[in-house]
């Protein structure tokens, strides 16, 4: 599935509409990194690997940006921890 992810930075959120379902990844910002503090995706469109592409978007963001992560949302912290790639972002 292509995800058409946006970055909201005003609000700090990176999000996408899937089948008319509003999937938000909320962060807040800290000297020298960033924490993900909320991942939500309705029901509609659970199942389909949309939260994980908002994660790997974070995380895409705060890598190009030199900063470490605070996975403060179990999801977030639990899709760090099987993706080893990412180890190196964890604050």
Request: with cysteine; aromatic share 8%; charged share 20%.
């Amino acid at each position: 599935m292509q995800l058409d992810i946006q970055h909201n930075r005003a609000a700090q959120r990176f999000e996408v509409e899937v089948e008319g379902a509003h999937c938000v990844l909320d962060y807040t910002l800290a000297e020298g990194g960033m924490a993900i503090t909320h991942t939500e995706v309705p029901p509609p469109a659970g199942g389909r690997g949309v939260a994980g592409e908002l994660v790997r978007s974070a995380l895409d963001f705060a890598r190009a940006k030199g900063w470490k992560v605070a996975p403060l949302c179990s999801y977030a912290g639990a899709w760090m921890a099987r993706h080893p790639d990412y180890a190196d972002l964890r604050a």
